[in-house]
């Protein structure tokens, strides 16, 4: 029966791998850019945590001082992802790309952060 058990574990076990990966996770934190209209958005600090895993990024972010913000959309086949979060008192348009060589996230809005993001 021995014989029989382990590679029957062994397969089952090669099976469950890829669900027990961690997701990647990405960071970036920086300083945002103006928009037209717009003046101050070079003393806001923004940081942002993304994960990839299984088609999709989500996480969040926080403006210093600010209230914590989640985000989740699908990627598409290239990796790139496009969406909107709501605010309340305005829209983040949000798009970037994550792939094997790394992961762009932009977000244009009452103004503009984002970049490339460190893998962690």
């Known amino acids: ?6 590679p029957l574990a062994i397969a089952l076990l090669a099976i469950a791998w890829p669900a ?5 996770k990405y960071t970036w934190s920086g300083s945002g850019q103006n928009v037209p209209g717009s003046s101050k958005c070079p003393g806001y600090t923004l ?4 994960y990839v895993e299984n088609g999709r990024i989500w996480g969040e972010w926080q ?3 600010r209230v914590v ?5 699908p990627l598409q086949a ?3 992802f496009k969406g909107q979060v709501d605010l309340q ?8 790309q994550a792939t094997a060589d790394g992961a762009r996230f932009d977000m244009k809005g009452y103004c503009i952060f984002g970049g490339r993001l460190t893998k962690e």
């Open 63 to 65: 403006q210093t001082g």
């Open 47 to 50: 940081k942002i945590t993304a």
């Open 1 to 6: 029966m021995r014989r029989i058990a382990t």
């Open 69 to 73: 913000r989640s985000f989740e959309f």
């Open 89 to 96: 008192a305005s829209i983040m348009n949000v798009s970037g």
């Open 20 to 24: 027990l990966a961690e997701p990647v």
């Open 78 to 80: 290239d990796g790139s």
